[in-house]
């Protein structure tokens, strides 16, 4: 299994850009979550959908952003228009446990950098 | 709300000791406890787990465990190794409630 897969792996983008960060989940897992982690706010939870179905959005910080999962197998974060205060790393993390957020399993993440 | 925190930010171990990584949680409620290692330029990656129902849970080289009583976790690493060397994160939830996570204690391992 090749885990759960992101892309980009960095973007680095200008201030009022839009940007999209890819996820592709583990196969077989109805669970998926988007954290963003920074040095001093550490993990913090965005969003996270139960079979496609978004079911927490609270985590998201701002109307910029907004998550979609189109299929089991595919998900989208995009914020716009980006602002520096953006830049950290975001996760995307998988669960096999049905309508839980036990053993996720994360991606390598997704560098942004929003100069 | 849950808040996980952890006693040291930092710690340093010689190769072949043990190491213990220390996490404190506020919320009684809590019912699941999972700890991550990242590595750096890595996504997290899963240790180990526990459900309050249970005080101790042992893997590979590695045990957890959960004091309810003053509402502690710590992992415990056995002949830590240098490929050990991360930062250590604990996590806790109650009941489906999402994962919060504690801001991590990086492990250094002197060879």
């Known amino acids: 299994d090749a885990g759960v897969i992101q892309s980009p792996r960095h973007e680095v983008t200008e201030m009022g850009q839009e940007v999209t960060l890819r996820c592709k989940p583990i196969s077989g897992h109805n669970s998926l979550f988007w954290y963003r982690q920074t040095m001093m706010r550490g993990l913090e939870l965005l969003i996270y959908f139960n079979n496609n179905v978004p079911i927490d959005d609270s985590g998201m910080p701002e109307d910029r952003f907004s998550a979609k999962m189109p299929n089991a197998s595919f998900s989208t974060l995009k914020i716009q228009p980006s602002e520096p205060r953006d830049s950290a790393v975001y996760f995307c993390?998988?669960?096999?446990?049905?309508?839980?957020?036990?053993?996720?399993?994360f991606g390598s993440g997704t560098q942004l950098s929003v100069l | 709300g849950e808040s996980v925190g952890l006693h040291l930010p930092t710690l340093s171990v010689q190769e072949g000791d043990n190491s213990i990584i220390n996490c404190a949680y506020s919320?009684?409620?809590?019912?699941?406890f999972i700890w991550y290692k990242q590595e750096s330029g890595k996504g997290p990656q899963f240790i180990i787990d526990i459900r309050s129902n249970m005080d101790k849970r042992q893997g590979q080289r590695v045990t957890v465990l959960l004091n309810k009583t003053v509402k502690h976790l710590s992992l415990q690493i056995a002949a830590t190794q240098p490929g050990d060397s991360a930062v250590y994160f604990c996590a806790g939830a109650s009941g489906n409630t999402p994962l919060v996570f504690g801001k991590g204690t990086r492990l250094s391992v002197i060879a």
């Open positions: 993390a998988s669960s096999p446990v049905q309508g839980s957020n036990e053993k996720l399993f």
């Open positions: 919320n009684s409620a809590s019912d699941y």
